[in-house]
């Protein structure tokens, strides 16, 4: 497995903390046939949250397909706390399950200029999801949220429906390929009566037709979960596509 060289991240956390006209950094790992992961591991990381915590130009951070784990979550999520200029932080694909999940939870709480957090393909799982969605109720910055593939069942996403209740910066939500069923379904549609900020919602999931089903829900049921709130222009369910603005709803189905 290849590495970057210890040396080249202590000279970009340098950099950093001097505060260079760096904006966008990507650290994102290089995942081919012929090539294997370019992973950061724990050493890596701890250099640039060091760098992190001082920087004040820094505006998108994308550490994805990593080796950081809760370890090196925990240590991001601490520097990005009293990081007031970064604006996007991705770091999906990290192996990072609810350990992680709350440190990054206890960010959010405090950090009201953070507007992307990307950690889709990890395993927050439902313990995780919960600690989100508390986090949800008090940050008042954060506008995309992506979720994706976390094994999140029914239990976290009530907690992450109940949150939405509340918030009033999210406007970008992905909780697809998570367990989400007709329950989960109804959990979404109840709290698109209050949320009057959400625009785009994804809940698709690979077993569409097992978990939901065609006769339950329908397009009219479909229909009637999205008219119920002013501000959703896009909703996803698997492969179907239902897209409204104002009171048009216009579908679009996949082949």
């Known amino acids: 497995m290849y590495s970057i060289a210890l040396y080249s991240l202590k000279h970009l956390s340098l950099l950093l903390k001097?505060?260079?006209?760096?904006?966008?950094?990507?650290?994102?790992?290089?995942?081919?046939?012929a090539i294997e992961d370019n992973k950061i591991n724990i050493v890596g990381v701890r250099e640039i949250?060091?760098?992190?915590?001082?920087?004040?130009?820094?505006?998108?951070?994308?550490?994805?397909?990593?080796?950081?784990?809760?370890?090196?979550?925990?240590?991001?999520?601490?520097?990005?706390?009293?990081?007031?200029?970064?604006?996007?932080?991705?770091?999906?694909?990290?192996?990072?399950?609810?350990?992680?999940?709350?440190?990054?939870?206890?960010?959010?709480k405090v950090n009201h200029t953070l507007l992307t957090l990307d950690i889709g393909f990890n395993n927050i799982r439902d313990e995780g999801a919960k600690e989100i969605a508390s986090a949800l109720k008090f940050n008042r910055g954060l506008e995309t949220l992506n979720l994706n593939y976390n094994r999140i069942h029914l239990e976290g996403i009530s907690e992450l429906a109940s949150?939405?209740?509340?918030?009033?910066?999210?406007?970008?939500?992905?909780?697809?390929?998570?367990?989400?069923?007709?329950?989960?379904?109804?959990?979404?549609?109840?709290?698109?009566r209050e949320n009057r900020r959400l625009q785009w919602l994804n809940l698709s999931t690979p077993n569409y037709k097992e978990q939901?089903?065609?006769?339950?829900?329908?397009?009219?049921?479909?229909?009637?979960?999205?008219?119920?709130n002013s501000a959703l222009t896009s909703l996803y369910l698997c492969t179907l596509s239902f897209s409204r603005l104002k009171r048009t709803l216009k579908c679009a189905r996949k082949a």
Not at 61 to 82: M, P, S
Not at 178 to 187: F, G, L, P, V
């Open 163 to 192: 949150a939405l209740k509340k918030n009033d910066s999210l406007t970008f939500l992905s909780v697809a390929n998570n367990a989400i069923d007709i329950k989960a379904i109804r959990k979404f549609s109840l709290m698109l």
């Open 212 to 228: 939901i089903g065609t006769t339950s829900i329908g397009d009219e049921g479909v229909k009637k979960l999205s008219l119920r």
């Open 18 to 33: 001097l505060n260079y006209a760096v904006t966008i950094l990507h650290l994102r790992a290089i995942n081919c046939h």
């Open 49 to 108: 949250a060091a760098g992190l915590s001082l920087n004040t130009t820094l505006r998108e951070l994308y550490l994805g397909y990593n080796d950081i784990k809760n370890e090196g979550t925990k240590l991001i999520a601490r520097a990005v706390r009293n990081n007031h200029t970064l604006l996007a932080l991705v770091i999906g694909d990290n192996d990072i399950g609810a350990e992680g999940a709350k440190e990054l939870a206890a960010t959010l």
